[in-house]
């Protein structure tokens, strides 16, 4: 693995090149504005999103990030390469300014994001599309990309009388508190550990997760077994405020639910989301919303159309063989 960024792209693009620093935040927020102004996406990042770019003690943004910048200064493109220590798979993520697509600027990116990967020891280079951005489908297929996997965003009018929240005898709703949060996270790891693409969330990772001002601690809770006190399951929910400007509606979103191995089969999932959404509704929330993989085998899909949630979005999970 090197430690040494690969080659910025060259001024054929008429953009230069270069790391991303701190100094450039609230002008690469400006970039995402603007993307998504246009795009209108499920979700964009927010200033503190960037901010843990840089705050973050992997993926040093030195070597993994790049962005593009007109003469004026003003970041035109960027892309950002992540990976966990002993994984095999990078992640990329980037986009163009509206005004600069179509002029080679994407493919430049991409080409450098797929050329860190490969610097860092990845045999795959992963990037998520949404289905309605045919201009980022087009250049992930163009550079030889693959779908492999379906992702369908749900959502769930909370007007409609809502499933009841019953669990087992033995069982019993918690609050999240701090208190709480680490057996969540080892919970969720062991959870996850069988899901596609899953892989384990460190403690710094998490803290962002639960630190994020979109994330909603009360909202969120873990279903406790009252004899031993571990948690059987957990559900992670927040709140995003461009939310309602883009769809027409506000909404709770399951951010991260989960139940542990022996404790499935008992109901415990459905009466997470059915406490959420109460709790949604009784703070004047529209909907309950959340993703699944389509190709779960645990049958979650199905679930979830019986509790009353409708597909709305999809996104593609898209590979990229390197060839390690």
Known sequence: MSDTAAPFPDRSTGLRFRALVPSDIDAWLDLILRMAEADQPIWFERREDLAEVFAS????????????????????????????????KAHSWGGVDPAWRRRGTGTAVYRWQQARAGQ?????????AEEGNAGHNALLRMMGNEIVRYW????????????????????????????????????????FKDHWGSEPRDAE?????????DFRPEWSLAVLDAGSGNVAGYHMASLDPHFSAIHGYTEGYTELVGVRHQYRGRGIAPAMLAEAM?????DGIDHAG??????NPSGAHGLYEAMGYRPTHRTFTYDKVLGH
Request: net charge negative; proline share 6%.
């Open 290 to 295: 959340l993703q699944v993989d389509t190709e």
């Open 205 to 213: 990772s998490w803290k962002f997760t639960v630190a994020h001002p």
């Open 120 to 128: 860092r020891g990845a045999a795959i280079l992963r990037t998520y």
């Open 152 to 191: 369908t965003e749900m959502t769930r009018p909370l007007h409609d009388p809502l499933p009841d929240a019953v669990l087992d005898d033995g069982l019993v709703f918690a609050d999240f508190d701090a208190g709480i949060s680490e057996q969540i996270r080892q919970a969720h790891n062991e959870a």
């Open 57 to 88: 003690m992997k993926n040093d943004p030195v070597h993994n990030s790049v962005a593009g910048f007109d003469d004026s200064g003003a970041p035109r493109a960027f892309g950002r390469v992540t990976m966990n220590e002993g994984s095999r």
């Open 278 to 282: 109460r709790r949604y509704k009784a």
